[in-house]
């Protein structure tokens, strides 16, 4: 299955073959080129936890190893995610 932006950019190609001729066509698959080539997702930035949050979230009952392991499933979130 293909998604919205190939399917765009099929649509795009067939519609520029058909069309070459008719200015007003044309300048509408412009158009749609150029939003495509724009249109990209934003990144977002990381936010991670402090141990602060940490602790609260586990309802402070941590001690330093599992504040370790914590940091280490956070890091490979961040590593995933960015």
Known sequence: MTDLRQAAEMALEELEMQVESQSGAYLAINALRQ??????????????????????????????????????VIAKLKEKNT
């Open 35 to 72: 939003a495509l080539a724009e249109k990209q997702e934003p990144k977002r930035e990381w936010v991670g936890l402090t141990d602060v949050e940490i602790s609260k979230a586990v309802g402070n009952q941590l001690n330093e190893v599992y504040l370790i392991y914590f940091r280490k």
